[in-house]
């Protein structure tokens, strides 16, 4: 088949299919980002028009913003499905280095097509190309390197033949799941080479479950066998494997306590017996309260990142960790005990095994006075929280604001934010029905702007319910361009813009270190003027193309919320709610979060105390 290789390489994406959690077949590639430049108009853009009927192409306004909506789209198909971005060569390629280093650090798959230079150098230096005075192989595209799980330049065409099956394997396995960027040289998108047919035979992509060793299997049952307070930890890994329900009837059967890391939120209802919250900096009070009293600890599917381990201090120091991941690279981690395998796959052998190590005693219980601790822990958390949520008069709170969109939102609806205060707030604060994934806290890069452009790729991929984003002023500053690509494209969701005059949260950072304000909140920036102009967030939403709503107290934003969930879905585009928040009210889980603290701030004084607390390394046998 005689094809360029930017025909060549859209066949193969039309090709590739992908079944489902729940078993049904979908394409692997839903969608197409692009912004067309010099680079890959001609070559990639003119293969993408002649099947534009067979895959959706987007256009999006920043190269970041549609990036950052392609791993939105996969993160709310439970990476089931890929989002695609292409870009010309130069500015418009570095622009999405960034979103590379989102699905990087969350573990999302992303493909990107940026445009490259000529391979031939006949026309050197083309326009966007910087010149590398000691190695002409060398491009921009070569920054995207250290966020790639997958790089490779297309310097022929028949070069497609090799890589592609490694772009799906990357793209599909739990285990590498990540970023691939195939960087794209203008002048070889249009060369033409002899294809084999075969390579644009329909794929079908299955979720894997690989399963662990038998031996560590045996050694796992032991550990929990001999526990007397386990704790449950769910990660990111239990919803992309299908295990939530695998997972709390493993807790149910065996009494255990189960909490949830930021990325594994929503599997648990949260009025069940047996949850006592999610875990770490942002996440509750119960449950850090739980883990510190846990002798082992069964975490699935998580990188036991800072802010879920409250920088390796919410763990007992003699605690014994058994960690279920497809990831080697994760699993054996602080020195746990390592079953490398798939959440469900690995939570069923692990239940045979249990049974296997002792069939007399029948199922093993943990203590019935660990058991009820998550109950009364976690009322005591909620306890909070309605005092946090109860209404106030002026400017409502980050609380308040979650609690009303709590208390509108049904059981298929998706709520997203991804930095400054709200992360905390909609961690720590929200009650799930569970059952279904339905959130999303982009806290593994914590990109500013994520918030808007990732609502876009997850109204896309979110049919069943409405998508709220929450998100603070300085992000929505920081990247707003997408507002008008989801209002243009006809994606309807609800973002509520929490304005307090700043970077609130970093300013908390800053000053309850004992730092001197400066330069986050406005009143703390230097300005030549006496009186500053101000952001219009509604004036600029609604010449977005955005519904737009305000409000000033609780029971207003409550009124206008319910009104713009109303106007998205009639209108088939985003719909926008400007609040004005307090600057300085937050939900604290009493968990230290290890930072840079000089000596001679006030700060310094909990850090040496909380330091040595630090877990570096456990026993797991």
Not at 113 to 142: I, M
Not at 425 to 446: C, I, K, N, Q
């Amino acid at each position: 088949m005689k094809l360029t290789t930017a025909q060549a390489l859209v066949s193969w994406l039309i090709a590739q299919r992908a079944e489902t959690l729940d078993s049904r077949e979908v394409p692997l590639f839903p969608a197409v980002f692009g912004i067309f430049g010099h680079g890959n108009v001609l070559g990639l853009g003119t293969a993408l028009s002649e099947r534009r009927a067979e895959i959706p192409v987007w256009r999006g306004h920043t190269e970041e913003g549609m990036a950052l909506a392609a791993v939105g789209l996969a993160k709310a198909t439970q990476r089931r499905q890929v989002g695609i971005a292409t870009s010309s060569i130069g500015p418009g390629a570095l622009n999405m280095v960034t979103a590379a280093g989102v699905a990087h650090a969350n573990r999302l798959p992303l493909l990107l097509l940026p445009g490259d230079t000529f391979v031939s150098r006949a026309p050197d230096p083309v326009l966007q190309q910087v010149e590398h005075f000691d190695d002409p192989t060398r491009t921009v595209n070569d920054a995207f390197r250290a966020v790639s799980r997958y790089f490779d330049r297309i310097t022929r065409p028949e070069q497609l033949i090799a890589t592609l099956p490694q772009v799906a394997r990357v793209l599909t396995d739990p285990a590498d799941a990540g970023p691939v960027v195939l960087a794209l040289p203008q002048d070889v998108q249009a060369e033409t080479y002899d294809f084999p047919d075969a390579l644009f035979e329909p794929v079908v992509h299955r979720v894997p479950r690989p399963r662990p060793d038998r031996r560590t299997l045996a050694e796992a049952a032991q550990i929990l066998r001999e526990a007397e307070r386990p704790l449950l930890v769910l990660g990111g890994g239990v919803r992309y494997s299908g295990a939530g329900d695998s997972a709390l009837e493993f807790a149910v059967r065996h009494g255990i306590p189960v909490t949830e890391t930021t990325a594994g939120r929503t599997l648990i209802p949260h009025d069940h017996a047996l949850y006592a919250g999610p875990l770490g900096i942002t996440g509750a009070a119960s449950a850090n309260t739980l883990a510190a009293e846990a002798d082992v600890v069964l975490a699935i599917g998580t990188r036991l990142q800072d802010f879920t381990t409250a920088s390796w201090t919410v763990f007992s120091p003699e605690v014994r960790i058994v960690h279920i991941n497809t990831a080697r690279f994760d699993a054996v981690k602080h020195g746990a005990l390592a079953l490398v395998g798939d959440a469900e796959a690995t939570l069923h052998d692990l239940e045979a095994t249990l049974h296997d190590l002792a069939p007399e005693l029948g199922d093993w219980l943990a203590d019935s006075d660990w058991t009820a601790r998550a109950t009364a822990v976690r009322a005591e958390w909620d306890a909070h929280i309605d005092k946090l949520r109860a209404p106030t008069p002026g400017p409502p709170s980050y609380a308040q604001i979650v609690g009303v969109v709590n208390d509108i939102s049904g059981p298929t609806d998706y709520v997203m934010t991804a930095s400054g205060g709200l992360p905390g707030e909609l961690v720590g604060g929200w009650r799930a029905h569970g059952g279904a994934p339905t959130m999303d806290v982009e806290y593994g890069f914590s990109c500013m702007g994520y918030e808007l452009a990732g609502a876009w790729g997850a109204a896309m991929a979110h049919p069943r319910g409405l998508v709220t984003t929450l998100l603070g002023d300085g992000s929505y500053l920081m990247l707003n361009s997408e507002l008008f690509s989801a209002a243009f494209a006809g994606h309807p969701f609800v973002a509520v813009v929490c304005d307090n005059d700043g970077y609130a949260v970093i300013a908390r950072l800053q000053e309850g270190q004992g730092a001197d304000p400066f330069n986050n909140f406005y009143a703390d920036c230097r300005t030549n003027h006496a009186d500053p102009p101000r952001v219009d967030f509604a004036a600029h939403a609604r010449a977005l193309g955005c519904s737009v709503f305000t409000a000033g107290e609780l029971a207003e934003f409550r009124d206008a919320y319910a009104r713009a969930r109303t106007a998205a879905t009639a209108e088939q585009r985003p719909a926008v709610v400007v609040v004005r928040t307090r600057p300085s009210t937050w939900t604290e889980a009493g968990a230290w979060w290890e930072v840079g603290v000089p000596q001679y701030l006030s700060g310094r004084a909990d850090y040496d105390r909380s330091k040595p607390r630090q877990l570096r390394y456990t026993q797991s046998s």
